[in-house]
């Protein structure tokens, strides 16, 4: 026999035995062996070979060498010899993804009278069947595929394999209604490989041209046979990172049906799932994903490429429940590296998560693996809580455990001791890091600039001397700088003018150098001698940049000499200065103190110059909205607005309280709820008075007064109310003729102690004259001027208004008689009133 068989080999390779005798065992390819597995284990299959000489067999296996779809079509189409070509595996799949993309027409006719001619010569044919199948499917023509079944006879309901192939290329296709047809036809032996498919096509694909909500109808038909056999994990990974990708509304969507049929998420995307949540800040989706691992890991997690981004994002955003994870997590005996634990200290720093970084760094020293790196992390942590005192006390630990500072650290240190006040220290952290390079330079500049703060100018200057006569090499520019400033925010400005001519002799002066001089000069109110220090930096070769202007405008603004502005601005323009976030913001307050609208709008024009980019300071963008919002600008507004909405920038929530006032002014109602939301739910914030008061009048202005009853119900427990809240709502209930909800927020505020202001006492008294409810009106007024609040021409002028619509033109003249007697002078609003009252009533005499 295996005399036989290498005789046999030997003639094939030599080319001895005839073309149509000759065959060979091949190898099957793992793809192969998957579309023969009713074979494998039965009989060696005899696959047949392309003749080693034909040349259509050359040209074919060259065109699929080379990935041209055109140039297999082109072999297949070039002779008549190509359709008595047996074929591999591999070549007739390509063939059949070639004729459908290429030629549709004649695909299902060419490929099912080439299997049915040379069906005998492949053995069983099962594998030409479905490797023709498979390449029209690559095509991504399940249409074809299924004619092309009907065509060879293919029986979906025996073939588990061509079932499969049909289901993943309509599922890609987003054709769910075939899904569903074809889906009870497949094998149940076949069924879960059938369903990973399914899974797999929709995506590679199906998710994004499926309509809504039919993607979640396939889930629920998978799911209900689940119970049974379980959905593939690998599969159902794939349609989660894929629905991740696409859309949060998609993700939405796939999870919460997961959720519905009751199948765990598959641990092969919980880790990239709770990373992307981190990543966007995701607070609700984590705390959401965390519940679907708990469901389907007997209510635990045993990763730690979980813990690492959950705890991460609650770190920043959820500190109790980063506590709960931490003791879940050394429970579970999951162990992390150092590096996730600096990361982690990290985010406790960006929070201020005080707590939870000391909880951390108990954990990390009970394990004794408190390193360098920790150890400064905790620290700035410390330093981002203002706990400077406690950040020094690191240092103390520091030397009981042995570790020595690095020279960063030791430069922070010093800082901090300065901050804390504890003088003794920072001198000993600066006699231990006086030799280490550049930390030096930092510790000497912290310990200037604290003389500088405390005004012992004496002081900056003999550590000064200190620093020449010790390490003169160190001594740079900066180092001047900072004594420089120490003189000149104290008010010394000979001593300054003589450090300058030192610096300047020695070279080391530059523009920051005479940046601070100018500061300085200006803050003392000596503007000529500022004015000379600036011509005397351009004529030593200094380009003046914003900084050199902006003392200049600072104080042209503050002293209301807007023609000097405008002086500068062109001066800044001709020495090709741009204006930056700061020259913006003193800008703005001229658009807010002006009382000329003209220099009010050359400011504001300022934000209309091509480089400005209102959103890349937050300072510039708070300062713009309130003077936008101040002087009723809603078209540059408007645009200020579109922008924030495009940007990366989270603001703080103060300022989320003027954009909340900028998007109420512009009627934006769903724009104040999305800031909110962002604000409250996905980052975790609280809101102040200030910022839980514009919302309110935003909801006001726009009429939902129920929507903002509802909001400050839900609030007043964690922000505490004050009399601004409830005069916004209070204009509410009178704009929407609501006296009694009116008169109940007022009984409110008195329980609850707060005093009314002129404000709130005008706006109750405007609800009960407009209800008609004129002699509790009167009542009102006089325990208004009982309380010692004294009203004004827009409190008497509801109550005239009110006498008026009744016709009760007595009443409302003697209210206007007594206007001298309280001081006020009558506006045209109340002449106004009081002539439409007469003439509504006919009392043109009185008129």
């Avoid at 993309?101 to 099962?126: F, I, M, Q």
């Avoid at 076949?190 to 369903?195: C, I, M, N």
């Avoid at 005008?762 to 007024?781: F, M, Y």
């Amino acid at each position: 026999f295996v005399a036989g068989f290498v005789v046999l080999r030997v003639s094939f390779m030599t080319g001895l035995a005839p073309s149509k005798f000759r065959v060979g065992w091949l190898k099957p390819s793992p793809a192969q062996k998957n579309g023969m597995a009713a074979a494998v284990g039965k009989k060696a299959v005899m696959v047949a070979a392309p003749e080693a000489k034909s040349p259509t067999a050359e040209a074919l296996s060259a065109a699929v060498a080379s990935g041209h779809l055109e140039k297999v079509l082109a072999a297949w189409d070039s002779e008549e010899e190509s359709r008595h070509t047996l074929l591999t595996q591999e070549t007739l799949r390509t063939l059949a993804q070639a004729l459908a993309k290429l030629a549709p027409e004649r695909t299902v006719t060419e490929l099912a009278a080439y299997v049915a001619k040379h069906g005998k010569d492949l053995g069983s044919g099962r594998w030409a069947r479905h490797a023709a199948l498979e390449g029209v499917c690559r095509a991504r023509r399940p249409d074809l595929a299924e004619s092309l079944t009907k065509e060879m006879g293919v029986q979906v309901e025996s073939d588990g394999r061509a079932c499969e192939m049909l289901l993943g290329a309509f599922a890609a296709k987003g054709s769910i209604d075939a899904v569903e047809k074809l889906l009870p036809q497949l094998p149940v032996a076949s069924w879960q490989r059938g369903a990973g498919t399914v899974l797999r096509g929709l995506a590679r694909g199906g998710l994004a041209v499926a309509p809504r909500g039919r993607a979640r109808r396939l889930l629920q038909a998978l799911g209900a046979k689940a119970m049974e056999i379980p959905l593939p994990g690998k599969a159902l990974a794939e349609l989660v990172q894929a629905a991740l990708a696409q859309s949060p509304e998609v993700l939405e969507e796939i999870l919460s049906t997961l959720e519905e049929i009751k199948v765990p998420l598959p641990a092969e995307c919980v880790a990239s799932l709770a990373s992307s949540t981190a990543l966007g800040n995701d607070l609700e989706g984590a705390m959401r994903l965390e519940g679907l691992v708990r469901a389907g890991q007997s209510g635990s997690i045993s990763s730690s490429a979980v813990y690492d981004p959950l705890l991460k994002l609650y770190a920043q955003f959820n500190g109790e429940r980063a506590s709960d994870l931490l003791e879940e997590m050394q429970q579970q005996g999951v162990v992390a590296s150092e590096g996730f634990f600096g990361s982690l200290l990290a985010r406790c720093s960006e929070s201020k998560n005080l707590a939870f970084a000391e909880q951390v760094a108990d954990y990390l020293r009970g394990r004794s693996v408190m390193s360098l790196a920790l150890y400064k992390t905790l620290m700035k942590v410390y330093a981002s809580c203002e706990q400077y005192d406690r950040a020094c006390d690191l240092y103390m630990e520091l030397q009981r455990v042995g570790i020595q500072p690095d020279q960063v650290m030791y430069g922070c240190l010093v800082k901090f001791a300065v901050k804390s006040g504890r003088k003794d220290l920072s001198h000993e952290l600066l006699e231990r890091s006086s030799g280490i390079g550049a930390s030096a330079v930092q510790s000497y500049m912290h310990m200037i600039r604290a003389a500088g703060r405390d005004g012992d100018v004496d002081r900056a200057f003999g550590l000064l001397q200190k620093l020449k006569l010790e390490q003169p090499a160190l001594l740079d520019t900066p180092v001047y700088n900072m004594v420089l400033d120490a003189c000149m925010t104290n008010g010394d400005k000979n001593r300054g003018a003589k450090l300058l001519c030192e610096m300047r002799s020695q070279g080391v002066a530059n523009g920051v150098t005479y940046n601070t001089m100018i500061k300085g000069l200006l803050a003392q109110g000596d503007c000529v001698a500022a004015r000379r220090c600036l011509d005397s930096m351009k004529s030593e070769g200094f380009k003046p940049d914003s900084a050199s202007f902006n003392p200049f405008l600072s104080a042209a603004v503050s002293a209301n000499r807007f023609p000097e502005v405008w002086s500068l601005i062109s001066e800044m323009d001709v020495d090709g200065v741009k204006l930056d976030q700061y020259s913006l913001s003193i800008l703005m307050n001229v658009a807010r103190k002006a009382s000329n609208p003209r220099d009010a709008d050359r400011a504001l024009a300022m934000l209309d110059r091509e480089y400005v980019h209102v959103c890349e300071d937050e300072v510039l963008l708070n300062t713009a909205v309130d003077a936008l919002v101040r002087r009723r600008d809603l078209r540059r507004l408007e645009r200020v607005m579109s922008e924030f909405k495009t940007s990366n920038l989270k603001p703080s929530v103060q300022s989320c309280g003027l954009i909340i006032r900028a998007l109420g002014a512009l009627k934006d109602l769903e724009g104040c709820w999305q800031l909110w939301n962002n604000m409250v739910q996905q980052r975790g914030l609280t809101p102040d008075e200030v910022t839980l008061s514009c919302m309110l009048d935003a909801l006001v202005s726009a009429g939902s007064v129920a929507s903002a009853v509802d909001l400050f119900q839900e609030w007043k427990g964690h922000v505490a109310p004050n009399v601004v809240m409830y005069s916004t709502l209070l204009k509410g209930f009178a704009s929407n003729g609501e006296p009694q909800k009116a008169m109940a927020t007022y009984e409110e505020m008195q329980a609850a102690g707060l005093p009314m202001n002129l404000v709130s006492y005008s706006t109750l008294i405007d609800s009960q004259a407009r209800a008609g409810n004129l002699d509790l009106a009167v009542k009102l007024l006089k325990k208004m001027e009982e309380s010692g609040c004294k009203p004004n021409c827009i409190t008497i002028s509801a109550l005239v208004r009110g006498y008026c619509m009744k016709g009760d033109l007595g009443n409302a003249l003697g209210l206007f008689r007594d206007l001298h007697s309280r001081g006020l002078t009558p506006d045209i609003v109340l002449m106004n009133m009081l002539l439409d009252g007469c003439v509504q009533h006919n009392h043109f005499k009185l008129a």
